[in-house]
DNA sequence: GCCAACGTTGGC
DNA sequence: GCCAACGTTGGC
């Protein structure tokens, strides 16, 4: 079964046109329990919509999809990195990443606006107030309907 | 840059 | 186990 996802990334951090450059890449630096145990529930084939949070204006830019599920985040084992853990251990890793890969850009942003004024995404926890998520889970018809409204 | 809404930490 | 203090996220 396909579940549907949206991933959310700062575009000054990491932009869609970053993804679509490396094609391929693992979801480093989740630390939020919430988020982690929605990757850990991604399977590969999932289709995930790629958002940009902290931009001007925030929105849904394009797709990607999971190509490998979840395995433990090396950045946390890493005391260079700034996703470093002390209370992680190779045996008791805490964090979790998810490979995903480029499926398209939109042909247009879809703000959050939008989707907020779109009554068909009402129930989306996205549009919901104080959702601070970055990795959450999105209906198959609210994906959809993301994907349209990012057509022409 | 502000601040509301959370999540996490740590003293007790 | 409670809860105050603190940190983070992310829209505006």
């Not at 575009?11 to 890449?25: E, F, G, L, T």
Request: aromatic share 12%.
């Amino acid at each position: 079964m396909v579940n549907y996802w949206l991933f959310k990334s700062e575009p000054s951090v990491y932009s869609i046109d970053d993804m679509k450059r490396d094609n391929a890449i693992y979801w480093e630096g989740i630390r939020n329990y919430q988020a982690r145990n929605f990757m850990r529930a991604c399977t590969v084939g999932d289709r995930v919509l790629f958002y940009h949070s902290n931009a001007k204006p925030p929105g849904a830019v394009g797709e990607c999809k999971i190509v490998k599920e979840a395995w433990p985040d090396p950045e946390q084992f890493n005391p260079e990195s700034k996703y470093f853990d002390p209370k992680a251990s190779f045996e008791k890793p805490r964090w979790t990443v998810v490979d995903i890969e480029f499926v398209s850009k939109f042909d247009r942003l879809v703000s959050l606006q939008e989707m907020k004024e779109n009554a068909k995404l009402a129930e989306m926890k996205l549009v919901q107030k104080g959702c601070r998520l970055s990795v959450m889970p999105v209906s198959k018809e609210e994906f959809e309907e993301v994907l349209l409204m990012g057509k022409e």
